[in-house]
């Protein structure tokens, strides 16, 4: 229950005393309040608008104050637990002393900018975000193969490494093409090798030593001149000493 204060002046004392408590109010510094209601505690409560409530009424001292209960101690105010305000909330109003977002921007804020609803933005070269319908922001990280050659270069506005001269490989410390087989020196051959069932290259070639032909010569000669032998004893006959050489008629 709750008493207007002027109401409550005019049923206690009357309209005579109501008209003598206004006048001693002009000559004096305390105000009616002070003279008829100083040791109003432990009796009743106040709100900001006069109105009286009794002792264990709840009540909201004013349209933004937290709900009280009147004590005879005088008001005890507990503030409750209020949801949690949107952080892009362009209105606010208080309801029953919790703060009630009645607009929210179309935006998204996100590392101190703004940006439009659906508008797409890049952090970095290789991470894209999005602004989505519900103003939040999503990100996602372009993830790179692994490239076909062991030089990648980065270029601008590329997020991922490419290979301009193609795949390769190490041989030593030189990069030789794939696809090819290439001469080291004048006993190595090197050329890159692929993994299994991929067009990716082994980073370091595979290598083999060149046949001397000097050596193959001799070797093919020593293979006949033996051939010839056996078959000359073979037949019993008398084998000459070089294999190009020829009788003589």
């Given at each position: 229950?709750?008493?207007n ?18 006048v001693?109010a ?19 409560c ?16 004013s ?46 804020v ?8 659906l ?28 490239p076909?050659?062991v ?21 030593g410390?030189?990069?030789i ?7 080291i ?8 090798t ?52 020829h009788?003589?008629?």
């Open positions: 229950m709750c008493i204060l002027p109401l409550l002046l005019l049923l206690t004392h009357g309209p005579g005393r109501v008209a003598e408590l206004a001693a002009e000559y004096s510094s305390k105000t009616d309040l002070d003279y008829e209601f100083g040791d109003y505690r432990g009796k009743w106040i709100d900001d608008h006069g109105f009286v409530y009794g002792i264990g009424e709840v009540y909201y001292p349209p933004t104050a937290c709900p009280c209960t009147c004590t005879v101690d005088g008001p005890v105010c507990v503030r409750p637990k209020c949801p949690r305000i949107h952080p892009r909330c362009t209105r606010i109003r208080y309801k029953a002393c919790c703060p009630v977002c009645e607009a929210v921007a179309r935006v998204c996100y590392g101190g900018k703004v940006y439009r609803l508008e797409e933005f890049r952090l970095s070269r290789c991470e894209r975000c999005r602004c989505e319908a519900n103003r939040e922001v999503y990100c996602s990280i372009s993830d790179c193969p692994a076909h050659c030089n990648p270069t980065y270029e601008p506005n590329h997020c991922c490494p490419i290979c301009k001269t193609g795949p390769n490989c190490f041989a410390n030189r990069v093409p794939a696809g090819e087989r290439v001469n020196d004048e006993q190595t051959v090197c050329y890159c692929y993994r299994d069932g991929t067009w990716h290259t082994h980073p370091y070639a595979t290598c083999e030593q060149r046949e001397n032909k000097c050596w193959v010569q001799v070797v093919s000669w020593l293979l006949s001149a033996a051939l010839l032998l056996s078959i000359c004893q073979q037949r019993g006959q008398r084998c000459p000493s070089r294999p190009d050489t009788s003589q008629g």
